[in-house]
Nanobody, 115 residues
Framework: QVQLVASGGGLVEPGGSLRLSCAASGSIFGLHIMGWYRQAPGKQRELVALISAGGGTNYADSVKGRFTISRDNGKNTVYLQMNSLKAEDTAVYFC?????????WGQGTLVTVSS
């Protein structure tokens, strides 16, 4: 069983920055993909960014150039640096891990971009 604990959400003004963190614990073996999804009010959950164990990344077009995903494999932790935040980035952000045979989601952390 894998547990994910996310942190770092909050209220920020447009143009500001936030850094999300997500630590995975439990039965984690081998290569795995980690990442972030988000769900805005009234909308479906959508991909934000993914990162492979080797560091390969994939971003949603809406966040390219503004968000950066990174990971510390020794700590089984994934980060999301969010810069130049916009009101439309307001959402609950969920971290995610794909272990191949199974996957798991974190509890979600709220990011609110508002003046």
């Amino acid at each position: 069983q894998v547990q994910l604990v996310a942190s770092g959400g909050g209220l920020v003004e447009p143009g500001g920055s936030l850094r999300l963190s997500c630590a995975a614990s439990g039965s984690i073996f081998g290569l795995h993909i980690m990442g972030w999804y988000r769900q805005a009010p009234g909308k479906q959950r959508e991909l934000v960014a993914l990162i492979s164990a080797g560091g390969g990344t994939n971003y949603a077009d809406s966040v390219k150039g503004r968000f950066t995903i990174s990971r510390d494999n020794g700590k089984n932790t994934v980060y999301l640096q969010m810069n130049s935040l916009k009101a439309e980035d307001t959402a609950v952000y969920f971290c995610y891990i794909n272990l191949g045979a199974t996957s798991a989601w974190g509890q979600g952390t709220l990011v609110t971009v508002s003046s």
